[in-house]
């Protein structure tokens, strides 16, 4: 298996654009889960789904973020507008229920 | 609330002695932990975990305390390398109608010198 993986690795947009991070989770597992890194929150949870549905949004921070899991096999994360306050790097991770959560390499986003 | 924290943010050893990284949750719910590394440019990866019915499980060069009296976990790791060199994470399942999410700790640097 090739593990969880997101695309692009690196994306700088300026300010105001709209931003959409993709995620292919491990065939299989029926978790998926968005999480974004900073060197002052640290892993910060945003949203997972279970079999393709939000179950808890409650971390994402705000209207601007949207999240989508439109089949078993492909998510995405969007941003729109995106602001210099969302470069932080965005990770997506998978798993079947409580075992195997597999982080993918992430994506730095780094907005200007 | 949830909340899961580390004692020290940085910790520095020496190639072959033993590490010990300390983690405090909140939570007496959570019943599932697991210990992740993070090396610099890629994501967390599992290192070993722990169910809230054991107080100890060992892995290769690894060992998970869990003290569930005082909500305190531990990771060891035996005869440091510099390939240990990372930020080490723990995390809590939290379990909420009926789903799980898993929540991490603020990390622990370590540092091995040759």
């Known amino acids: 298996d090739a593990g969880v993986i997101q695309s692009p690795r690196h994306e700088v947009t300026e300010m105001g654009q709209e931003v959409t991070l993709r995620c292919k989770p491990i065939?299989?597992?029926?978790?998926l889960f968005w999480y974004r890194q900073t060197m002052m929150r640290g892993l910060e949870l945003l949203i997972y789904?279970?079999?393709?549905?939000?179950?808890?949004d409650s971390g994402m921070p705000e209207d601007r973020f949207s999240a989508k899991m439109p089949n078993a096999s492909f998510s995405t994360l969007k941003i729109q507008p995106s602001e210099p306050r969302d470069s932080a790097v965005y990770f997506c991770?998978?798993?079947?229920?409580?075992?195997?959560?597999?982080f993918g390499s992430g994506t730095r986003l780094t907005v200007v | 609330g949830e909340n899961v924290g580390l004692h020290l943010p940085t910790l520095s050893v020496q190639e072959g002695d033993n590490s010990i990284i300390n983690c405090a949750y909140s939570n007496s719910a959570s019943d599932y932990f697991i210990w992740y590394k993070q090396e610099s440019g890629k994501g967390p990866q599992f290192i070993i975990d722990i169910r809230s019915n054991m107080d100890k499980r060992q892995g290769q060069r690894v060992t998970v305390l869990l003290n569930k009296t005082v909500k305190h976990l531990s990771l060891q790791i035996a005869a440091t390398q510099p390939g240990d060199s990372a930020v080490y994470f723990c995390a809590e399942i939290l379990t909420q109608g009926g789903s799980e999410k898993l929540v991490f700790g603020k990390g622990t640097k370590l540092t091995v010198n040759p």
């Open positions: 789904f279970n079999n393709n549905v939000p179950i808890d």
């Open positions: 991770a998978s798993s079947r229920r409580t075992v195997g959560y597999t």
């Open positions: 065939s299989g597992h029926d978790y």
